[in-house]
């Protein structure tokens, strides 16, 4: 039997545009995403996961450094939340200073990964996500 790739709806938690449009490309050409929906800060986010209309993204790809709330605020608050826990979050950004990766970690990030971004090790840290996590996972219900 031959199983289609599983395809996620990604949060791209991330204020610099050329980091948007290669972690997209990267995105679609493994073929991943079904749908990108794209914020520039963890605010917005925020604001985007707590609206019942919005598609509730299976991933969130989050840069730590961005302005009004960055990603390790906006990580504390997901991880935090009952409901917003359960969605997998893959930390990308430029730090790779132990503290930051330790604390992400700590935050219950399920994966860090470094820009300048290596394509490959990206995807590859998207697709390593827990798969049995995001195929088997109930969705609680959205208020």
């Not at 949060?11 to 948007?20: H, I, N, P, S």
């Not at 914020?39 to 019942?52: C, E, N, S, T």
């Not at 935090?80 to 604390?103: F, K, Q, R, Y």
């Amino acid at each position: 039997m031959n199983v289609s790739p599983r395809t996620y709806d990604v949060l791209l938690v991330e204020d610099d545009a050329a980091d948007v449009l290669l972690i997209e490309e990267a995105l679609h050409e493994h073929g991943l995403p079904r749908t990108i929906t794209q914020v520039d800060d963890g605010l917005a986010a925020l604001a985007h996961l707590q609206d019942p209309a919005a598609p509730r993204p299976d991933l969130i790809v989050l840069d730590l450094n961005m302005p009004r709330m960055n990603g390790r605020e906006l990580l504390a608050v997901l991880k935090a939340d009952e409901d917003l826990a359960l969605i997998p979050v893959v930390v990308l950004t430029t730090s790779n200073a132990p503290d930051d990766i330790h604390g992400a970690y700590q935050q219950r990030a399920n994966a860090y990964v470094t820009k300048p971004v290596n394509l490959d090790e990206f995807v590859e840290a998207v697709r390593s996500i827990d798969d049995f996590f995001l195929s088997t996972a109930a969705h609680p219900p959205r208020h």
